[in-house]
């Protein structure tokens, strides 16, 4: 029997859902129990589905085949098509699910297939979730990781500069995150390009912290540009800041963080399969991947630390990219201001080269930049910190950003820094010896960051500082006087800082040869 | 800021859901991501809810909170109350959840607190997702098994039939299920009765399988009955044979396998909380475990069958429940008849004594009502099958059965079976030396059961019977055209039969002494 389409304007997400009304004559006949598996035909397509039951007529009436806006999108007819629907086999990828929630190695094939699958949307928002956690921790091999990246990779766009540019030697560099305040990619980009190497950055927004590369960028300028504006500005300015969202390089790996983001898991496999993909689909020859280490950042010991890079190493190595990974110091957020405007701002003081910049921002910009220039086969090794510092005291950084911010387009009203503020204090005379990433990003999201660009805090104190009680430890940025509160009110049950004697303060986890910037 | 309530008629099976306006100005301003968790605070209460961000006007308006049936029932509160929402903090248990999924042992407080949390509504569709997989397999020690029983136990309601009809001894029987047509349940139950023994079995609705008890009882009676009917009418008969849906017996449960099904996901720990935690919240005192063992069952060796016998025993035993396990032979369905109506037709047909009723389940139940009459501290060990047999042969069992039929409130027009027939013939000469549970199973489902209770298949053939090419396997029946297509299709893809020489006839799994019937 044929029923009529029509759109109903729920955004599920990346889910295809279908409103079938109670007394449909389908769901009373062939009896579909409530989040069946559907398949809808329309148009010489098939999708699946997942089915809601729905017993008002102003969302859909019992003729008419309700589809999600995801779902209408994908089907691309208009609406009052006529569209059939049937109970759906589940799709040809379960059976592999199962074998790995039982604990079995998957194939090349197998994880092709899941890949696939999920980037058709035929995955429910329940069975990515189970895919997430049958495949979390250490629970797939180096070789699973390597084909995971490879479907990722494969069910994408890839972009080629050679071809649209003429570069063959692409750089750019990533940070696994979990580090506050880490905006050091709105550094080393102008740096490199300014350098004269390619870095078409593209970067994404906040999924559990306060700020990403996106969010930041976007106090400044556009960065939802989509492919062909990117080229042009990548083919000008030899760089781009932009939000990798909308170039569907890796559309298995944007699903499933739809299902890891809410249930907060970041394996190391998806960890690796998700960056790696991304990199090497956004045409990025030459990597520097920072990994943080410290007792509250993702990382949080040289042995994990070590695991990990052998993991990153193994599959881009299989895959021809050239990675350099560097372990570096984690125990604390980087920068002052954490939240887009605050982050945009020091950002800003270190191209400017002014003196109130934050130190450790620029140091470990310019560390990173420095080895993404010796990528460039005229660099002698151990040259590069030199020439990113060159470039950088030079101005030619500021330049180089400006340039970049004008191409993209540059915020005619860039948001402020919240208007409401309050400061948390220090409770006890002594050194600031600990600095808890998870907390004070917390913190910063509760006051509104990043969906408020304004909002987050400034650290005032960092590790090793002398504090005396009552002194502002830092100062939290709000635009809603209920976010503030809700901040607040957290930063005072625990404030995500310690105060102790100097010799509490913890060594640096990766020091020495390690942590080889 | 205060939204107006709105019901939105969509039933998200036991997710709570809110719906808000992409132009809401709480959307806007705090920034809510789709499938954020969100806190509704309404009328004193407060749920979670998963965010979906609508942009029709019909669904919500800018200035008003929809939430979905589920939400609205359990908020209590009127169309047009006023109601806030604010981001959520994730459930309490959910950094135990993470726990398990990383592979840690969790404690009594852990799963009480998560049950408490799943119970309440708490949970997302993709929380669940991850509980159900990351407690999969044997990845719950049997400690974590019986607290998870004991706290899904503690968050329902519990039966009292001592107090409520004056037994204290109160028999029971289960299998844990997957072989097709085994319904010995609507057999044992009224036998039991006759005997004088409280038995107010409660059943569920098939999950996978072509037919659940509750729905092949409901070809017959009503089923859906309510608590105070329930007991009402077992005080009468001494028995009823419901669906245990209504009942609010384990809601965690419910909501556990309102995931599970979609993901066909069943472990032994999931199955042994969720069998025993309903058994024992429904009143039983005393339980008779029937567990298939077949190369196409839920359970496929006797190593793994005794690791599950033990696993039912120690919890069991912790919860003072006299338990008595058989492992049974699942090497093939039990009876003809798959699908409700077929199935009713089978047990209608043993009660009644027809001589062309299918011996396999009249023998099967005589031997687990034998083993539930030895539960009667007067009877005998070794003297249940032969009082079981008598009371059978007698017609007893038969009015037992027409009295709780009747009591249940008989169907005036019970369903027919289906009038579209397909037969799937043999397609070589030999004996039939193997009959896969799960593609009949699916076969029989794809024809239209449980949901079109007419439809399923008959078995003509069972294992070690003589075939000829060109004769029939089994028959199909359906009521609609593109289901009889669509089964007989799989049917002709693998039939689920393999006919051979006789010597390839497998033994029985469960023979012998530990095949105690």
Redo the contacts between chains.
């Keep these: 029997m044929n029923l009529q389409i029509r759109r109903?304007?729920?955004?599920?997400?990346r889910e295809n859902v279908a409103?079938l009304h109670?007394d449909c004559p389908v769901v009373r006949?062939?009896?579909?129990?409530?989040?069946?598996?559907v398949e809808i035909h329309a148009n010489g397509q098939t999708i699946l589905a997942v089915l809601?039951?729905?017993?008002?007529e102003?969302?859909v009436s019992a003729c008419e085949l309700g589809v999600s806006?995801d779902a209408f999108a994908r089907l691309a007819v208009g609406e009052g098509h006529e569209a059939s629907i049937?109970?759906a086999e589940p799709p040809g990828s379960?059976a592999a699910l199962?074998r790995k929630?039982?604990?079995e190695r998957l194939t090349k094939d197998d994880l092709h297939a899941i890949i696939r699958d999920v980037a058709q949307a035929r995955y429910?928002?329940?069975?990515?979730?189970?895919f997430?956690?049958?495949t979390?921790?250490y629970e797939l091999d180096r070789e699973e990781v390597l084909h995971l990246t490879e479907a990722m990779i494969a069910v994408g766009r890839k972009l080629d500069w050679q071809r649209e540019v003429g570069h063959g030697l692409v750089v750019d560099k990533h940070c696994i995150g979990g580090i506050p305040g880490n905006r050091t990619s709105m550094l080393v980009v102008p740096i490199v390009a300014a350098h004269g190497m390619l870095c078409p950055k593209t970067s994404s927004r906040a999924i559990t912290s306060p700020a990403g590369t996106a969010d930041t960028m976007e106090v400044l300028a556009e960065v939802e540009l989509g492919f062909e504006r990117m080229v042009s500005i990548v083919r000008d300015t030899h760089a781009c800041l932009a939000w990798g969202g909308t170039a569907d390089l890796s559309p298995a790996d944007d699903i499933l963080i739809?299902?890891e983001?809410?249930?907060?898991?970041d394996s190391p496999g998806q960890m690796v399969a998700s960056i790696l993909s991304k990199k090497i689909a956004a045409g990025s020859t030459h990597l520097v991947l920072d990994i943080p280490v410290g007792p509250s950042a993702k990382v949080r010991s040289m042995a994990e630390a070590q695991r990990l890079k052998k993991l990153f190493e193994y599959v881009a190595g299989h895959l021809r990219l050239q990675l350099d990974v560097v372990l570096s110091d984690g125990r604390q957020p980087i920068g002052r201001g954490i939240g887009p405007v605050l982050e945009a701002r020091d950002v800003m003081q270190v191209l400017q080269g002014d003196p109130a910049a934050p130190q450790d921002l620029r140091q470990k910009a310019l560390r990173l930049a420095g080895r993404m220039i010796e990528f460039d086969p005229d660099v002698r090794g151990g040259q590069g910190y030199q020439i990113a510092r060159d470039i950088l005291d030079s101005g030619r950084a500021l330049a180089q950003m400006n340039a970049i911010v004008d191409a993209q387009g540059r915020r005619a009203e860039p948001p402020q820094v919240g208007s409401l503020q309050a400061e948390v204090l220090a409770e006890a005379d002594g050194v600031l010896v600990a600095l808890d990433n998870l907390r004070i990003a917390r913190i910063a999201r509760?006051a509104?960051a990043?969906?408020?660009p304004g909002a987050g805090l400034d650290l005032l104190k960092k590790l090793g500082d002398p504090v005396a009680k009552g002194e502002p430890l830092y100062r939290i940025y709000a635009?809603?006087d209920?976010?503030l509160q809700?901040a607040r009110s957290h930063a005072q049950k625990d404030p995500g800082c310690r105060i102790g004697a100097a010799e509490q303060l913890p060594h640096e986890f990766a020091s020495g040869s390690l942590f080889s910037l």
């Design positions: 109903v304007g729920i955004d599920t997400w409103y109670r006949a062939a009896g579909f129990q409530a989040l069946a598996k809601n039951v729905v017993d008002d102003r969302i806006e049937a109970h379960i199962h929630i039982n604990g429910s928002k329940i069975e990515l979730a189970a997430v956690v049958a979390n921790q739809s299902v983001r809410p249930l907060s898991i509760l509104g990043p969906q408020v635009q809603f209920a976010d809700f």
